[in-house]
């Protein structure tokens, strides 16, 4: 009997979840087309690569409007058991409000499911390839990421520190590039060089036109050599970072990221937010679902017009909330934990509070 009522309940919020996802998604992919619209038809594109672009955002805008779906699945899977009088009658029959809301929360866990598989899977890939298809395809803007940087200093281990006038992580090159060695604290080289290039064979930087300079107890010897092999190992795709784009990388390109940061002694503050952003991302659905319960207790079924509104305010509102706290942990105003979990906690003690409220807890 408990398993055909789990099984009831549930048929009640998957119709809900895909029209609101879809309905969703179709808003936000029309204000994306309308709102890129001008620029594609300025660069005189064709209508595939506008096609693609729009395509290519879908997985990143179904991860985000996601809990919204979620919610709006709540509102009408529990207004229907209430207003069909089901609600009482289970109440009657012996089940706990919080067995009758365990379906609701099973199946609200299983979209955080699917969506930590978009948001790891295909968002990335997808949104990366939208972006090349904008600023490199159309707009012929190449170093969008910031792969080129000037003036750049950082460590890259064993006791060497680099400057370069220009470093160029893509084609793996460095121009006027100096290298200070130091040994057990102290300065015991150097080497100034017109360039460095990276030697994928070797796995070395190699130093052309290097002017080498160790500091002997007897003083400074200096020699000249058109081509050094150094003893630095670090890739370059390890040393400067690229621009960081969130939603086109993954939890596990974050860690790796943040791991490369802390070997070049880079701050990696911005990266610690983005991952646990991720891993909170996937946890709303089930925090927007107790909500949309907490909502229909309390104030009944109002109907379809009213939980559709209630389902876009409350999930912009949390949308809004997490990306403000996001931005604030990236400049280091609130520490990760608390920016990327902070709107999340409170949106659950609210669904929470108004569960107490309503008895069902």
């Known amino acids: 009997m408990r398993k ?9 919020y998957w119709g809900p979840f895909v029209f609101g996802l879809g309905v969703f998604l179709a808003l936000i992919l029309f204000g994306t087309a309308f709102d890129k619209l001008a620029v594609f038809t300025g660069k005189d594109a064709g209508a595939g690569l506008f096609l693609s672009y729009i395509g290519l955002q879908t997985p990143y805008f179904a991860v985000r409007v996601m809990p ?6 709540s509102l009408f899977a529990l207004g229907g058991l209430m207003a069909r009088g089901e609600w009482k ?8 409000p919080a067995q009758m809301l365990a379906p609701l929360l099973a199946c609200a866990l299983g979209v955080s499911v699917l969506h930590l598989a978009a948001q790891e899977l295909l968002m990335p890939p997808a949104f990366m390839r939208s972006q090349e298809l904008y600023y490199e395809d159309l707009r012929g803007y190449d170093d969008w990421r910031r792969l080129v940087r000037e003036d750049v200093s950082f460590s890259v281990g064993g006791g060497v520190f680099l400057t370069a006038r220009l470093f160029d992580g893509a084609a793996g090159r460095m121009e006027k590039v100096s290298a200070d060695i130091y040994a057990a604290g102290e300065l015991s080289g150097d080497i100034s060089a017109e360039s460095a290039v990276w030697d994928p064979e070797l796995g070395r930087w190699v130093f052309h036109g290097a002017l080498m300079t160790e500091y002997l107890p007897s003083g400074p010897a200096v020699s000249r050599r058109e081509t050094h092999i150094s003893g630095i190992t670090l890739a370059p795709g390890n040393m400067v970072m690229d621009k960081l784009v ?11 990221r943040i791991r490369r940061l802390r070997l070049i002694g880079a701050p990696s503050a911005e990266e610690e937010t983005v991952l646990l952003g991720k891993l909170a991302a996937p946890l709303a659905n089930p925090v927007m679902a107790l909500l949309g319960a907490a909502v229909v207790l309390l104030l009944g079924s109002q109907g379809r017009l009213f939980n559709l509104g209630l389902a876009i305010g409350s999930g912009f509102l949390l949308w809004a909330a997490m990306m403000f706290g996001q931005s604030a942990g990236q400049v280091e105003i609130l520490g990760p934990f608390t920016a990327a979990f902070g709107p999340l906690l409170f949106f659950l003690a609210l669904g929470l509070w108004g569960l107490r409220r309503a008895r069902a807890l």
């Open 68 to 73: 919204m779906a979620t919610l709006l699945a």
């Open 89 to 96: 009658a289970g109440l009657a029959g012996g089940y706990r």
């Open 4 to 12: 055909t009522f789990f099984r009831y309940v549930s048929s009640l």
């Open 246 to 256: 969130p939603e086109g990388t993954s939890m596990r390109g974050l860690f790796l």
